[in-house]
């Protein structure tokens, strides 16, 4: 009896462990579909991977909402052209996940080029079987 409680707990335990690595590859696709609309400045790709509430916080202190974050690049305001993500952490809370990475990124906002590296929050959100992203924090690496 004890080896076949032992068999169901193992399976149970790789059951989870499964399920959590898939939620993790998820985010990570959430992550780099946001990295390629950043650079795309793609109006659909941006509305689709981003809650209507977003709360999009710039290093500036400038915080915009959706329409105003999508707008901003999808108008040409914001450029990247390119953006490299190192360091990335996640940490999976149900329906929620919590991402950190280190951004570096080559940009062109207003014919004005620049380079950019910036420490970054993300909070993203499992909505009927998408994760979006629900906040952005960042702040400035010295």
Request: no cysteine; proline share 0%; net charge positive.
């Amino acid at each position: 009896m004890k080896k076949g409680l032992t068999v169901v707990f193992f399976l149970l335990v790789n059951i989870v462990a499964f399920a959590q690595q898939k939620q993790m590859d998820e985010v990570k696709s959430a992550n780099e579909y946001l990295r390629q609309a950043l650079m795309s400045g793609n109006r659909e790709q941006l509305m689709h991977i981003t809650a209507a509430g977003l709360s999009y916080g710039h290093s500036s202190g400038k915080i915009q909402n959706q329409k105003e974050f999508v707008e901003q690049l999808a108008g040409g305001l914001s450029d990247f052209i390119s953006i490299d993500i190192t360091e990335e952490q996640i940490t999976l809370y149900k329906n929620t996940a919590i991402v950190r990475h280190i951004l570096s990124a080559e940009t062109n906002d207003n014919g004005i080029s620049g380079k950019v590296k910036l420490s970054i929050l993300l909070a993203w959100v499992k909505q009927n079987g998408n994760w979006q992203l629900a906040a952005r924090q960042a702040v400035k690496v010295n």
